[in-house]
Every structure is written in C-alpha cells, then in structure tokens.
C-alpha cells in the first residue's frame, strides 16, 4: 500500500471532540464521503468547504479506493 505524502488527516481531541478532519481545517473528512454518498460532486463539496484542498480531497479518495483494494475479501 501506498502512503500518499500530502498530509490529508488529522485527529485531536480539542477538534471537534477528536473527529477525524482535514488537516488544517474542521471539516470533517465523513463530511466529504456523505456529500458524494448523496449524488453531489466534489467540485459542489469543495465549493461549500473552501478550507479543503482539491488536493487533499482527490489524496483522501485515492487512499480510501487503495484501503479498500487491499482489505476486500478474495472471491
């Protein structure tokens, strides 16, 4: 598995009571699957979260697509 280098994550218990967010804002990276779980783009989530990168959206898609790659059962 590859680790991305840009720094996506961060959790600390004085942010949002230790909910994971994208680092260096509050958004909350749930905030970002629900959006895209409901049918809106990801240009509409950056839109309404201007604090999150397009970058770090793009690397936090990438690493959940890789996780789940990894850890999904063989047939």
């Given at each position: 598995m590859?680790?991305?280098?840009l ?49 770090q ?9 890789e ?9």
């Amino acid at each position: 598995m590859t680790i991305p280098t840009l720094p996506i994550i961060h959790r600390d218990h004085d942010i949002l009571g230790g909910t994971p967010v994208f680092i260096g804002t509050r958004v909350p990276i749930k905030t970002l699957i629900d959006y895209l779980e409901a049918g809106d783009s990801l240009n509409e989530f950056l839109d309404h979260f201007p604090s999150v990168s397009r970058q770090q959206a793009i690397s936090l898609l990438e690493l959940a697509k890789e996780m789940l790659t990894v850890y999904a059962n063989p047939a």
